[in-house]
């Protein structure tokens, strides 16, 4: 079955650092790829995402490519801030499914500290 | 982004009674919603999709006569955990979508049994 693994957090950083967030995937096909961000006391909200492999997804400065040849989409931001602390969720959603049908890695906090 | 609204945010109930939890798309017609749970430290996974006016489809191995799932309009979804155990302590989270688009989430409902 398909699947999504994601780096273990907390991840720390300083304010200004570089984020990656790294996540592959396996799916018998070609899925569709999405980032979630969950913040304190809030749903989960898209954040960026792509349909196709070379696809790259970017929104508030994050971005992410699909790389099929790699089975990845890593998340990366080149300057974090402090409200960028939260847990975020890589997914998938099968060819042919809704997009709201995700398997969803096990998500990663961020702590951006001043 | 669109809004959708879970209630309750939190619930406490005696092991044997059953808790009904509500998802309501609050500015948009959610032909489809879906149902998640995530157990700590893990990541969410699909319990059921279900369509307006139609019968849930559950995930392999969720208990259909555990978790009631009624799709009754275009606004609003309720899971009813029926003679809740201690076991079914969790956190559940609802989604819906208006066609084959995003999914917007709600909240999230964290269900104690004592």
């Known amino acids: 079955g398909n699947s999504v693994t994601q780096m273990e957090g907390p991840v720390t950083l300083s304010e200004e650092a570089f984020l990656t967030i790294n996540c592959t995937y396996t799916?018998?096909?070609?899925?569709?790829l999405f980032w979630y961000v969950q913040y304190p006391g809030e749903g989960l909200q898209l954040l960026l995402k792509?349909?196709?492999?070379?696809d790259k997804g970017s929104n508030k400065g994050f971005e992410a490519t699909y790389r099929k040849e790699t089975t990845s989409f890593h998340l990366e931001k080149g300057s974090v801030q402090v409200s960028d602390s939260a847990v975020y969720f890589c997914a998938l959603s099968d060819r042919g499914d809704s997009w709201g049908k995700l398997q969803f890695g096990a998500g990663t906090q961020v702590v951006v500290t001043p | 982004g669109a809004v959708v609204s879970q209630h309750p945010s939190w619930v406490i109930c005696k092991s044997g009674t059953s808790v009904k939890i509500e998802c309501r798309s609050l500015d948009f017609q959610a032909t489809t919603m879906f149902w998640y749970r995530q157990f700590p430290k893990q990541s969410l996974m699909l319990m059921a999709t279900s369509n307006e006016g139609s019968k849930a489809t559950y995930e392999q191995g969720v208990e259909k006569d555990k978790f009631l799932i009624n799709h009754a309009s275009l606004t609003l979804s309720t899971l009813t955990v029926t003679s809740a155990h201690p076991e079914d302590s969790s956190f559940y989270i609802c989604?819906?979508?208006?066609?084959?688009?995003?999914?917007?989430f709600g909240q999230g409902t964290r269900l104690t049994v004592v």
């Open positions: 989604s819906a979508s208006a066609g084959d688009t995003e999914a917007f």
């Open positions: 792509a349909t196709k492999a070379d």
């Open positions: 799916a018998t096909g070609y899925p569709s």
